[in-house]
């Protein structure tokens, strides 16, 4: 059965670093999302993309977050100087189109030391 | 905005019982799509079940139904026969159909413990 796949699984860096999560979505999925759950709490949207654009994105997705689809397989999110709370689950999930509910990959954590 | 409330953040039921977790949302839009997704320790988002509003006939999947209540805007999920594989975080979730990206909104989740 396809399915979302998310590496690395588990990744711990310094604060002030940059960081890539990476994600390949099932094959003939049009619609990537992120999503991140912090410690205990619930999970928080934060960027979706469409036909290689951003189709909306959260406050929590500012400047220090970015995506990227460099390839057509893979859908990266970039934070580019971490802090402490970005310390969270990262999930990544794809859709296939406007009917079809969306699979999640297995996650990332991050933490931020 | 959107909102979903999850009232219950814990919940506990015997193997082979039955447990209803609630779920009720806020929104202005006639036509959307509501899930539950299931949260084990392993953290990863697994699709329980989904109902589209549009429909009236509630959503079932073996053991697993709901109880979609539109006027009220509630979106209950009961657990038949429930198994020690069911413990987990249960989380309800809406999605607009109308323009834009479509993202899904969570509630806080309820933890649901088996007990043997």
């Known amino acids: 059965e396809p399915e979302v796949t998310q590496t690395p699984s588990h990744q711990v860096t310094q604060m002030g670093q940059e960081v890539i999560l990476r994600c390949v979505p099932i094959?003939?999925?049009?619609?990537f999302y992120w999503y991140r759950q912090i410690l205990g709490q619930k999970v928080e949207f934060l960027v979706s993309f469409y036909n290689n654009e951003i189709s909306e994105k959260s406050e929590i997705f500012d400047d220090q977050f970015s995506v990227e689809r460099p390839d057509g397989s893979n859908f990266t999110l970039k934070i580019r100087s971490t802090k402490l709370e970005d310390s969270a689950m990262y999930f990544c999930?794809?859709?296939?189109?406007?009917?079809?509910?969306?699979?999640f990959g297995q996650g990332t954590r991050l933490t931020v030391v | 905005a959107q909102t979903v409330t999850q009232s219950q953040p814990e919940m506990s039921v015997q193997e082979a019982e039955t447990v209803t977790l609630s779920c009720t949302y806020d929104?202005?839009?006639?036509?959307?799509?509501l899930f539950w997704y299931k949260q084990p320790p392993s953290r990863q988002m697994i699709l329980v079940i989904r109902q589209e509003a549009y429909k009236q006939q509630n959503a079932t999947e073996n053991r697993f139904s709901v109880n979609f209540q539109k006027a009220a805007k509630s979106f209950s999920l009961k657990i038949s026969d429930s198994q020690l594989g069911d413990a987990a975080m249960y989380f309800c979730?809406?999605?607009?159909?109308?323009?834009?990206?479509?993202?899904?909104?969570f509630g806080k989740g309820t933890k649901l413990t088996v007990n043997p």
């Open positions: 979730a809406y999605r607009s159909t109308q323009g834009g990206s479509e993202k899904l909104v």
């Open positions: 094959s003939n999925h049009l619609y």
């Open positions: 999930a794809s859709r296939e189109d406007r009917d079809t509910e969306a699979f």
């Open positions: 929104t202005s839009e006639s036509d959307y799509y």
